[in-house]
């Protein structure tokens, strides 16, 4: 925004050129000239004699201040005028001058306006040079105060009515130039407008996307010989500016005011007033000019001055609260501001007193600050719109993975049977290896390195004599001739290259026809070479043959490709020879592969991903031997995008995975996108006489292939040049973005020279520079911030000799302010302080975000910008990390509550972050209000986050990285950059920058909620060697010979301690309660939670080693001892099982009966899990509540194996339990699928039947045959967990006879859990039997006893005062599980209870309806939000286990539900 009328505003609106004609001028004509800022081109109006011209930007009305001028203008000026007519050409908000128009480099729009003719009012000349002859003039009239076209009926002849919406008149074709004449009679036709359009090219031509439009306007049509002294034109405009409240005009309002005031002037003299009268009317009505006829010649007002109407003008914003104001809502701003410092004077306080008033503090420097590279304010940080977040939420997960089905194997040509051949004879050691095809004819070529010499093998089925004409490179694109000593015999050498005759056989096949090249070093890279064969040359799709020689890229077997989508990952390699031509070759591949993945789904989008990744990362030839246009590649980038935005379009499920794919492309474009590349390179060499060296090396390379590179080399010259010319930022600038000297010279047009230039250049190049990255940024960097904001909010042609001819129109439906949002970034992109700039990255992003879900013709364009916006949250976190330095915890939230939002945005499935989202709020929010449990609720939501990140990594991993390893080893990429080809996509993304700012926080909240870097699970002291494995349930089996300490990534929670294990010491967060936590404490295990990475990482660099593990009441502690140091001075052996009583089972037998009740459960019936529920019944307190039960007993499952319906099924078992006996573990798995399919017998379903509809429970069979095969299922998994891998290898361990199990099955109607808890009623892990330990999860207790990652609330209560339970921890499960009415079937063995064995949760139980998953909001549930409701509940949980405890007289393990505030106890058993 502007402070000043004259000189702020004329710099922003461009001005409405007024163009005033005498009348001795009558049909006489005048020149104007003028540069309006944005446009290039002069803009003329040429009448056919000389006159004066008047000035075109009056001075009368400076801001602030006011000159009246008396002086008498010259003898010109003051003579009569009889006719004032004005054209304008204009766009719509601004007018430009009728002049002359650049249309397309080649033709120019020339426009003039001549007076009244005899029987019309205007007549308009339109001519167009170097015209097409089928141009048409597409036009309509403009009526005072409408907007929409009239059609006049008056209209040059063979013009035609189009569609009753516009005149389509045909130009007249005269030598290479078109013409045309327009005469308007209606004095009610206040313009003109039109559009241009070339029938023959179907092509419209605009005015700056705008229609053209010349302005009529006649002031006084009717006056003869009248003129005014010019100043009291001056005086009746100043009085009409007073009039008006002394308004701030724009140099455009300036010109129509003066015009007007000399309108109304002329009718007074027109009416007969004499100029003597008019004076004195003028000066004596004048209350403010005191003295219009001064010596001075002027008329003076007080001026204000501009800094003060700039601080008033920033006083009344910031009281506003700093909005993003609008350019326009700025202007009336500072009008208003000056508006009232007017009324401070009018009131008589002066200048002085004005500004000791206003001027306080540092203020002034706030104001120049802002003003100091622009002419208005600009928000320090926007105002985010309030919004549910909720509208954020995307559920488009992508199909579930599956490997492509595998295609009929085609039979193996005769060229791949030998060519087998060969690489067995030579060891395997294949460097490279290709098929070229021509017609039905192939060609082999394979290089191997046996024994270290390097060997390549050529042959064909091609018939008759074959040349071989080769050379060989040391660089890409190069041709050498090979050394004398290499070259096979028979063979003929050349200048630069040799030939060889092929020879009959191929590994003793004679239909085939070879040749054998021994390369005894590995200097050079490559063998360039073209066939001969009957009189003709043969190449590779008109370019030379080339195969690469692999040095030290030894290819891998690419394996079966498992986990990809095989068959097109196949072709994709097939088709590499021929991508790696050009750009252009690799783009239009890729267009016509896009379809082939689409439907391939997930793994397709992966494949395509993983290509173009290699591409972008230069993992791949970027050019081999092949010229191609700037424009073909721009064009074949075109239609790639275009092929992905339909993707994204029409499969929001792939959204994201279609966002990296474009993330590797640059946008493209059609017409003369690319080509500029090749003509503005030319014009920065004329324009700065920098012809040869570097700059020509460059242009060659530019026209020979471009490429991304480019606007690295293009940036590194700005930088070379900006730095005055320091040649070492030049190569800082390359070798930062991965370009080094080996790489200009390896282009096939080489870059070996550096640049130099002469001072008096450093202006020039810098401006031409400057221009060309813009236009290489448009074609190579779609994703680039600047290039993609300029290609949404529209640009025109700029600079001398670029983008000529752009113009690229604004994107349609943007919403309202985006545009000053958009500009607030680019102020802000680069500010040290980079929070502001963060929101207003997010703010763009969320009113991005509708548009980029609907379709659009600019979707790509769209797509492009919010990745752009996207990386620049990357970038700015990067540069903000010192910012946080210090920080106080709620500031780290924030950013960390901003990197997440902008995950969301970029996440196909991000329901999971969106609740950590709300959660980072919620705690923010108890943080100002000073919760005292901000701390440990954050940490829980910390824990979460890192979870969502994990489960978004695991993602990435299953379906890129096979495709990367696959790909890669087929096209032989390094084998680095396979290897950490998923890690690096993820470290592009959101997803690093938010696992850095949680691993910045986490020490943070342990400190203040006084949690320490350990979670102690089981508090036992122990020495032991480090081992380091990746997952706790890859090593349960095994048996370790020495004492260990495992140091395991991830633990579910349902893993066996393996044996010789005395630690496992895990970043992985399971629930104390959880079955390998309680195994741990029962088997004297230490077990333990790290949250510090740092003491993770130290633990792992102490592999191999001994160490001492400590846990102390708060924390653990470590450190190396000696092997001679032991706990009890005992040498080091292997943790063995203490001696005690031998464990035994009591073999259970049928007892006549299918189904029992609760009333008949006993130990020879059913397990301790059935009969404690049924001796709970009538003794807990009346409020909590028993659910209803029946069970099958002991002996049932056996009993059912044993009938003949299932012959078979038993014999299967019996065989497979036989494999099991003799360690093929995988045998388990085999088991339970073929328990599976046991039917049942009429009797067991009536007795189940009878008993279940005895007991009040629903019976399945009453929904239908369909429900019942339902519940049988679930009562065979129950049955068939028997020969899970946990229970056996527990049973094993202990010396159970695993034959004795038996598995009686406990059946209860589900109740619909709002939460579920365990109970031990003694805490675990202090072993303080005055306190109660609980956890509660939402919804099922699966997700608390089950593999389910994350943690559960978690408490403990005194027994002696069970109303204040205290909290440990907060959950962080992102997962509850939730059902219907139903019917659940439990595992109740006789081996779950044994004394000294703890076998409960071995075993599994199924419900007859599958649970749903919904993943959590706990920013909105009454337990963590309501302190009153959680202490209710969470007190009556507590006194449930304390009434149960009382009752058996013993501690107790109790499971349990609430619903609708109720208490129900499921089972309960005795804590171990």
Known sequence: MSNTLGQGLANQVHGQLLLTVSEQQNRAGYGVSCNLPGQNQSLNIKKKTKSHQKPLVSDIFPVNHLYVKRKYLSHEIRRLISFVPRAVLATDPVSQSAGKFDLDGRSELQISVDESNPGSLFQINIQVTNSSPSLTLHWGTIHDGQQNWKLPSRHPEGTQNYKNRALRTPFVKSGENSFLKIEVDDPQIKAIEFLLFDESQNKWFKNNGQNFQVRLVSDVRTAQNISVPEDLVQVQAYLRWERKGKQMYTPEQEKEEYEAARTELLEEVARGTAIDELRAKLTSNSDTLKDPLDPLGKVLVEKIPDDLIQIQAYIRWEKAGKPNYSQDQQIKEFEEARKELQNELDKGMSLDEIRKKIVKGNIQTKVTKQLKNKKYFTVERIQRKKRDIMQLLNKHAAESLKTEVSVMPRAPTTLELCSKVKEEQDGGCVLNKKVFKFGDKELLALVTNPNGKIKIYLATDLKGPVTLHWGLSKRAGEWMAPPPGIIPPGSTLEQKASETQFVEGFSGDLSLQSVEIEIGDDQYVGMPFVLQSGGQWIKSNDSDFYIELGVGKEKKDAGNGEGTAKALLDRISELESDAERSFMHRFNIATDLTEWAKDQGELGLAGLLVWMRFMATRQLTWNRNYNVKPREISKAQDNLTDSLQRIYE???????????????????????????????????????????????????????????????????????????FDISVYWNTLNSNGITKERLLSYDRGIHSEPHFRRDQKEGLLRDLGNYLRTLKAVHSGADLQSAIATCMGYSAQGQGFMVGVEVHPISGLPSGFPELLQFILHHVEDKQVEPLLEGLLEARVELRPLLLRSHDRLKDLIFLDLALDSTVRTAIERGYEELNNAEPQKIMHFIALVLENLVLSSDSNEDLIYCLKEWNYTLQMSKSQDDHWALYAKSVLDRSRLALTSKAEHYQRILQPSAEYLGSLLGVDKWAVSIFTEEIIRAGSAASLSLLLNRLDPILRETAHLGSWQVISPVEVIGYVVIVNELLAVQNVSYERPTVLVSKRVKGEEEIPDGTVAVLTPDMPDILSHVSVRARNSKVCFATCFDPNILSDLQSKEGKLIRVKPTSSDLIYSEVKETETLNGSPLTAKVEESSPAITIARKEFAGRYAISSDEFSPEMVGAKSRNISYLKGKVPSWVGLPTSVALPFGVFEKVLSEDSNKNVAEKIEVLKKRLQGGEFSA??????????????????????????????????????????????????????????????????????????????????????????????????????????????????????????????????????????????????????????????RSDSNGEDLEGYAGAGLYDSVPMDEEEKVVLDYSTDRLLVDPGFRNSILSSIAKAGSAIEELYGSPQDIEGVVKDGKIFVVQTRPQV
């Open 650 to 724: 029409s499969y929001p499920q792939y959204r994201e995975i279609v966002r990296m794919i474009m993330s590797t492309v640059g946008r493209g474009g059609e017409g003369d996108v690319g080509q500029r590349i090749r003509d503005e390179i030319l014009v920065i060499q004329r324009n700065n006489d920098c012809k040869g060296g570097m700059m020509e090396e460059w242009h060659q390379k530019l026209h020979n292939n471009t490429s991304p590179d480019d606007v690295v080399i293009c940036q590194a010259l700005i930088d070379y040049i900006s730095s005055d």
């Open 1228 to 1385: 388990l798995h085999d088991i339970r699928e073929t328990v599976l399919q046991l039917t049942a017998s009429p009797q067991l379903v009536q007795e189940l039947k009878d008993k279940m509809k005895s007991a009040g429970m629903p019976w399945p069979g009453d929904e239908g045959e369909q429900r019942w095969q339902q519940a049988w299922m679930a009562i065979k998994k129950v049955w068939a967990s028997k020969w899970n891998e946990r229970a056996y290898f527990s049973t094993r361990k202990a010396k159970l006879d695993h034959n004795y199990l038996c598995m009686a099955v406990l059946v209860q109607e589900i109740i619909s859990a709002d939460y579920a808890f365990v109970i031990h009623t003694i805490n675990p892990s202090s072993r303080d039997s005055s306190e109660i330990y609980a956890e509660v999860v939402k919804g099922l207790g699966e997700t608390l006893v089950g593999a389910y990652p994350g943690r559960a609330l978690s408490y403990v209560c005194k027994k002696t005062n069970l109303d204040s339970p205290k909290i440990l921890g907060y959950p962080s499960k992102p997962i509850g599980l939730f059902i219907k009415r139903s019917i659940i079937f």
